[in-house]
Structures are given as structure tokens and as C-alpha cells.
């Protein structure tokens, strides 16, 4: 996370990379949760109580799990993405502005630290594990499982929140830039009338 954003920014075309993976992950995520859904109205009776409890839990976990490895595609760059929305937002001309944006920001932000936070958690839970856990083991799939569990919720925040950083950077790619001289009318040529008529 520290060298992200220094080579980020020496990189011109990696706000355009960072922004078409952040797509990529609105995109999964959307389908992930339209087929959780599918799957819940189809589990659940009508008061939303699962049929069978076991096979509905393993089903969420697939979709916390799903979320978190689309999202892995954006992690890296993810402060980048947020920092050069604040530039952008600070240098947009109030008109283009929606008074959403601010707060989807921080929204975004509070769940990236939360994600932070929660990945160094699952690192020293990690490496408490007994050295014979390994993925596939009940006793590494488990700690995962909760680990993406709780992950789930701010990922959804950047699922639900996210397309405010594409929407930031479109309103300023089209802006009139501060540099350029507004544009000036100017008479078109015509024809003089010939004297006489």
C-alpha cells in the first residue's frame, strides 16, 4: 500500500486500468448478489427463515468468499482510486457536482480502512493457525469463512458505492479545464451587400 500510489501516479494509464478493474469488480459483484438472491428466494420460506440452515450458510460463504477474491482485483489501487476522486471532486465547478458524491466517498473510505483493518487481523489469525492448517482444512476454511464474513459488509459498501469514483472521473474528464480560456464568439464571414441593391 505505501509504494501503490507513488507508482501509481508515475504511470499515466493506470487511473484508466484501476478504473476498468473497478468496473470488473461492480460488475462480479452485481452478478454475485443477484444469484445470492435467486438462491435465497428460493431457500427461504416467506418469513426469510432458511429451509436448511447448514446448506444457507455454506451458500453465504460462497458469496462473502466470491466478493472478496473480485474485490482482490481492486485492493491495491483502491486508495489511489479514492484520493484522485477528492482532487477531482475539490476541482469540479459546483454545477457538476451531485450532492451524493461526498458522502459516498466517505462511505468508501471507512469501508477501505475497515478492509485494512481486517485483512491484518486475518494475517495474525493466519499465523496463529496450527502449522498443519492449510487451505482445505477444516481449521483454516473455517477461520477464512469467518474472515470473509465479516469482510462482507464493507465490500458491499464498495459494490453499492463505487460507481461514485467512475461517475467523479467522467464529470471531470468533461469539465471545462481551468487552464483553457473560455471560448469567445466570433462573426462568421459574410457577404458585404453590392451597392445599389
Same mark, same amino acid.
Given at each position: 500500500?505505501?509504494?501503490?500510489?507513488?507508482?501509481?501516479?508515475?504511470?499515466?494509464?493506470?487511473?484508466?486500468?484501476?478504473?476498468?478493474?473497478?468496473?470488473?469488480?461492480?460488475?462480479?459483484?452485481?452478478?454475485?448478489?443477484?444469484?445470492?438472491?435467486?438462491?435465497?428466494?428460493?431457500?427461504?420460506?416467506?418469513?426469510?427463515?432458511?429451509?436448511?440452515?447448514?446448506?444457507? *450458510?455454506?451458500?453465504?460463504?460462497?458469496? +462473502? /468468499?466470491?466478493?472478496? @477474491?473480485?474485490?482482490? &482485483?481492486?485492493? #491495491?489501487?483502491?486508495?489511489?482510486?479514492?484520493?484522485?476522486?477528492?482532487?477531482?471532486?475539490?476541482?469540479?465547478?459546483?454545477?457538476?457536482?451531485?450532492?451524493?458524491?461526498?458522502?459516498?466517498?466517505?462511505?468508501? *473510505?471507512?469501508?477501505?480502512?475497515?478492509? +485494512? /483493518?481486517?485483512?491484518? @487481523?486475518?494475517?495474525? &489469525?493466519?499465523? #496463529?493457525?496450527?502449522?498443519?492448517?492449510?487451505?482445505?482444512?477444516?481449521?483454516?476454511?473455517?477461520?477464512?469463512?469467518?474472515?470473509?464474513?465479516?469482510?462482507?459488509?464493507?465490500?458491499?459498501?464498495?459494490?453499492?458505492?463505487?460507481?461514485?469514483?467512475?461517475?467523479?472521473?467522467?464529470?471531470?474528464?468533461?469539465?471545462?479545464?481551468?487552464?483553457?480560456?473560455?471560448?469567445?464568439?466570433?462573426?462568421?464571414?459574410?457577404?458585404?451587400?453590392?451597392?445599389?441593391?
Amino acid at each position: 500500500m505505501p509504494t501503490g500510489p507513488l507508482t501509481i501516479a508515475s504511470r499515466p494509464t493506470s487511473h484508466r486500468e484501476l478504473l476498468c478493474r473497478l468496473d470488473g469488480f461492480l460488475q462480479d459483484s452485481e452478478q454475485i448478489l443477484t444469484s445470492w438472491a435467486v438462491y435465497s428466494d428460493e431457500h427461504t420460506d416467506l418469513d426469510g427463515w432458511p429451509y436448511d440452515d447448514h446448506a444457507y *450458510a455454506l451458500r453465504q460463504s460462497q458469496r +462473502d /468468499a466470491d466478493t472478496a @477474491q473480485a474485490f482482490e &482485483t481492486v485492493r #491495491s489501487g483502491a486508495r489511489h482510486l479514492l484520493a484522485t476522486a477528492h482532487t477531482q471532486l475539490a476541482h469540479l465547478p459546483t454545477r457538476l457536482v451531485q450532492n451524493r458524491w461526498g458522502f459516498q466517498l466517505g462511505v468508501l *473510505a471507512t469501508a477501505l480502512d475497515r478492509l +485494512d /483493518a481486517l485483512h491484518e @487481523q486475518w494475517e495474525r &489469525t493466519r499465523d #496463529s493457525l496450527p502449522a498443519d492448517a492449510r487451505p482445505g482444512t477444516p481449521v483454516f476454511d473455517d477461520a477464512l469463512a469467518e474472515h470473509h464474513a465479516e469482510c462482507w459488509t464493507y465490500l458491499d459498501d464498495w459494490a453499492s458505492h463505487g460507481d461514485a469514483l467512475g461517475e467523479i472521473n467522467s464529470a471531470a474528464r468533461h469539465a471545462p479545464s481551468l487552464l483553457a480560456p473560455p471560448p469567445t464568439a466570433v462573426r462568421a464571414p459574410g457577404r458585404t451587400a453590392s451597392a445599389g441593391k
